[in-house]
Structures are given as C-alpha cells and as structure tokens.
C-alpha cells in the first residue's frame, strides 16, 4: 500500500475567489490536462504566512515503467503557492518513498521531497511563467529523473547531499584552529530578514572565541575520507551513524578518520567541558571522482552539540581521570566495539571560507608572480584611495601607503572615508579599510609624512620598494623622485585639470628616461 503525506489541512467550501491569482490559474490549467487528476486544495496556515496545495495525480504516459529513476508511472503531487516563500510556486512529491534525486530542494527528514523544476532564480523564470508552461516543466522533470538524465555528463557534479539552510563563513586561516590544544571559534547569526521563507539561508559566521562571548565556543576537527563517485543527491544525515552509512554506501568510510582525528586532538588530555561547554565542528574533506579522475574536493561541515570529552567517550578512547581531572588518550585491546558515536547528532552546514588574497588574484585573472612586489603608494586622496582599494581588492603587490594629510568634509564626496573618519589621517583610513577586507593577511603599511622626508622609517621603506605609484597631485612630489637615485622605478598618475582625461607616466624598468623627462614630453 503507498502511503502519502498530507500538507495542510482540507478546504472545506472551497471559493476560488479567496485564493491566491496563482492558484486560480493552476487549477484552471489542471482541469484543462489530460493527464491531471484534482484532488483536493489544502492550506496551512502560520503568523507569517500562507501556503495553498493543489493536490494532484499526475502522468502524460512518458515514463516508463520500471525506469532506473524509481519514478511511477502516475505521481501524487501537491503545486504550492505562496507569496513569502523565495521560490512561490513548488512541487512537492507525495509518495512517502519518493526517491532521493538530483535536481530537488533540501527538505526536512519527514517530509515531501520537492522538486527542483528550474535552474535560473524566481525573477528570471517568471518573465515568462505560465501556468501551462509549469505544468509542462512538471512533466519534464519526471520524464527526465525517470531516467536519470535530468544531470547531464557535462554539467559539474552535484553536492553529495542536499543544500543545508545553514551557510557557515569561516575565516581565511581556519586551518589554523584545527590544531591540538588550538583556540576555539564562536558561531555568531549574521541573517538579516524575518525568516518567513523555509528556503531562506541562515548565514553563519565564525569567530575567534574571546572572553566578551557567551556562546558555546566551537572547535575544528579536520579529516579527509575515501573518493566519492556517486553522482545522486542524498538526503541530509541527522546523525553520524548516518553520515557513516551514507558514506558507506557510497564505498567511502567515515569512522576510521574520525576516529583517528579525534584521538589525535586530545593527545595532550582532556576534561569534561565547563562554562558554555563546547561544540565540535567537523570539516569532511571528500574527494568527488568522475570516472578514474579526482574532479574536485568538496568540504562538508557538521556541527556537534558534543565536546572533545564527549566524542572520546563515545569511542571510548579515555583513560579513567588523574588527580587533577584529566583523562588521557588510550587504546582498547582488540579495538572499541562501542556504537554510541552513531546517535551523537549532527547538523550539516554549508562551508564559505573567507575571501584570501591568493583567493581574489584567482577572481581577478591577476597572476601570482606579477602581484609578488612591494609598492609605495604616495598620496591617497580621492584618486589614490580609490586605487588603494582596486589593489588590494586585486591583491596585487604588498603596499605602503604615504600621506601626511586627514580627511576633512569636503574629502567625502570621492574618497573611501566616511564621516566617522573626519579628522584621520587618510592613510591610516585607507589602511583600515585594507585591513577589513583581509583580516588575516599582512596589513599594508601606513606612513602619515610626505613622499619627500627624510625619515628612516619612510627611507628604509623606499629602499625595499620595487614601485613607487605618485598620487601627489603635486609638481614637486615625481620632480624630486626623478632626481632621487635611491628610489625604485616610478609612476605618476593624474587626472587633468579639465577632470575629461586621465594620464600615466610610468618610468621604464632601468630608469634610463625619469619622470621629469617624460613629463617635459608629454605638455
């Protein structure tokens, strides 16, 4: 016997005048097609918002029977509409044991699978939306799952399991808190909005744990388990004893690396948690395999509501306590045939690690070898703090930043700053804003002086530099640089008085023409 769920509740007396102009729509074209069977319409309710189903069954005869997809020949489906939702217009499939495939939104353990019917976003697809074309692409989307080509051989591989709403950003140098005996991170919720939409992302954000948080702190513990070279889309575990079946199933393994990583992880000791306690962030490494080739690596993130103490004791890994509390690591004669490890819940997280510099030169087509130089940026006014910002952006070269005036009002209406920074000294502004892009790269360097004094600190920069780039906007700042036989190769950047061009005068390499010869060329 086939079992379905049940969305909503029935509507009892049904008016079509009461309910949304999409649903309307989509029973009228029902009603028009062969190949459609209403049911019911069902609704459910909340504070937020408002969900309608047309429940139906549906088959246009093009699907095999027997096909490798598991799909059935006639499908019971509910059309949902709802204005909050980030995509308004769903599938949803009925039949309780509806196969798990490619191409369908994450849905929580106990519900309709729904179908993924597009791959362009809502704006886009309803330009040309209609109810008879939505039907069609229904049809579509079962025809093709039926066979299991809905996922082309020349589209990339999909994710293993389907996407988590939880989008968690790590910082640049996380690699930094998998180590033992490292510093914790605390998870912080960056969203913003009212989270009315199921399919809405709750955005993430990890930190490094400081006294002022009064969250559970979180610690990394890395591994890397066997290839993958499963193409289908899983349903989210709930558990690592159902991370490890779906890993298994797939020929790869996830308790022996586990294992081993948290065994390494408490090498110097632990003691149960105290305070907040403490969670554990597991980063799975999965090599994804196309044929007999590695075509990728995806990382996963799973969340344990666990200590380091709990998971050692579910892999009954700790020896009993010493005097002071601390139970160290220790291995069990013939192995652990303990399965408590299996119920520890997980939750899966989507994994964004911050943006690096090597990062963004990938972004910005910049090469490595031509970003590897040390610059000095003289002047960061309206033109130079705008070409502050474009290069480190870029992440081209290693810079330091030379000006000795502050940002007054008048200033913001073309520099970087903003009002707060009325009264900085802009390089310091300009150094602060390269510092927030790249939190955990060098910070540039910031000299408050002009171009042409004489201090160490500033004549030991120079000495070290490979370019300068004049933004001076003055006559005296490239004149004196030409003369200077202790400064690197020099540019000088402006915009005409006119603001209709812009002009680059740029010494060659050995510094055979200097700036003031070329600027004599160009008047």
Not at 74 to 101: C, G, M, T
Not at 169 to 186: E, K, V
Not at 189 to 208: C, N
Not at 492 to 509: A, K, R
Request: charged share 20%.
């Amino acid at each position: 016997m086939i079992e379905y769920f049940e969305p909503g509740e029935l509507i009892e007396g049904l008016r079509e005048d009461e309910l949304y102009p999409e649903t309307t729509e989509l029973l009228q074209a029902c009603r028009a097609s062969p190949f459609i069977e209403i049911l019911h319409v069902r609704r459910e309710l909340s504070d937020q918002t408002r969900s309608e189903y047309i429940v139906i069954d549906a088959g246009d005869g093009t699907v095999d029977f027997g096909n490798p997809g598991g799909i059935r020949r006639e499908e019971r489906l509910a059309i949902s509409v709802n204005h909050q939702s980030r995509v308004p217009i769903l599938v949803f499939a009925l039949r309780k044991d509806f196969p798990a495939l490619s191409h369908q939104h994450a849905s929580p353990p106990g519900s309709p699978r729904v179908l993924c019917l597009y791959s362009s976003t809502w704006a886009t697809v309803q330009l040309g939306w209609t109810p008879q074309r939505f039907l069609a692409r229904m049809f579509w989307w079962l025809r093709e799952s039926a066979q299991l080509k809905l996922h082309r051989d020349d589209q990339p591989l999909e994710q293993l399991f389907y996407m988590s709403p939880y989008q968690l950003i790590l910082p640049a140098n996380y690699g930094d808190y998998a180590q033992p005996g490292s510093q914790t991170l605390t998870i912080v919720d960056i969203s913003s909005g009212s989270r009315a939409d199921p399919f809405e992302s709750i955005i993430l954000k990890a930190y490094p744990t400081n006294a002022s948080h009064h969250a559970t702190p979180i610690r990394l513990v890395p591994i890397v388990v066997s290839a993958v070279s499963s193409t289908a889309v899983a349903g989210i575990p709930y558990s690592l004893g159902a991370l490890q079946d779906q890993l298994s199933a797939w020929g790869s393994d996830l308790y022996k690396p586990l294992h081993g990583a948290v065994f390494d992880a408490i090498a110097g000791g632990v003691k149960p948690s105290a305070g907040n306690g403490e969670a554990i962030l597991i980063l799975v490494w999965v090599p994804r395999t196309r044929g007999e080739e590695v075509e990728r690596m995806d990382v996963m993130g799973y969340v344990l509501q666990s200590s380091l103490f709990d998971l050692g004791s579910a892999f009954e890994m700790l020896a009993p306590p010493d005097n002071n509390g601390i139970h160290t690591r220790a291995e069990l004669i013939g192995g652990s045939q303990s399965t408590l490890w299996r119920d520890i819940p997980v939750s899966l997280v989507e994994v964004r690690p911050a943006l690096t510099a090597s990062a963004t030169r990938d972004m910005s087509g910049v090469q490595e070898e031509a970003s590897d130089f040390n610059g000095v940026l003289a002047g960061v006014g309206a033109l130079g703090s705008a070409l502050a910002d474009m290069w480190i952006r870029q992440g081209w070269g290693r810079w330091t930043f030379v000006d000795n005036d502050r940002v007054m009002p008048h200033n913001l209406s073309r520099h970087v700053a903003v009002d707060q920074h009325v009264g900085q000294h802009k390089v310091s502004v300009v150094r602060d804003f390269a510092q927030a892009i790249f939190p955990n790269e060098p910070v540039p360097v910031a000299i408050a002086s002009s171009i042409l004094d004489e201090g160490e600190d500033l004549q030991s920069v120079l000495r070290n530099a490979q370019l300068i780039v004049d933004v001076t906007t003055t006559l005296e700042a490239p004149r004196a640089l030409a003369r200077s036989q202790n400064v690197p190769r020099t540019a000088s950047l402006f915009v005409t008085p006119s603001g209709l061009s812009s002009v680059m005068i740029l010494e060659d390499l050995d510094r055979r023409l200097r700036l003031d010869a070329l600027e004599g060329q160009y008047y």
